[in-house]
């Protein structure tokens, strides 16, 4: 018994969100590389960050370019089909993720995003993980 039409079904199944996608385990064998341990996917901050570093009170988000709508970025052009669903969900998105670091900060953590497209230059992102996680 399946009252999903083909559309509906591949559309839902877009829309759970992706967990321990490839740009996630590159940021996180980087960040252990550099000697740092934390927590994957920690449910007890706000946002469920990908990785926290509780002691430190710092988190790192890895953001898919499209799901959170990456500012002028080539991969975050919305889909033709259904634009105002399109619109509406990707809006909500990124309003979250604002509210999110607003908590976040409130509770005294420091934020850092990486973005989907910035793990194609591996080097850079460890330099700004290092910078991120040796500040005070
Ligand atoms: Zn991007």
Known sequence: MDKLTKAERSENMKRIRARDTR?????????????????????????????????RRKVIFVNGCFWHQHEGCSNC??????PEFWMA?????KERDIVVT?????????VLVVWECETEDLRRVERRLKAFLASS
């Open 102 to 110: 607003r908590l976040l900060e409130t509770l005294g953590y420091q």
């Open 77 to 82: 052009a919305q889909p033709k089909t259904r």
């Open 23 to 55: 740009p996630e385990l590159l940021v996180r064998r980087l960040v252990f590389g550099l000697g740092y341990r934390y927590r994957v996917h920690y449910r007890r901050l706000p946002g469920t960050p990908d990785l926290a570093f509780v002691g």
């Open 89 to 93: 969900k990707l809006a909500a998105n």
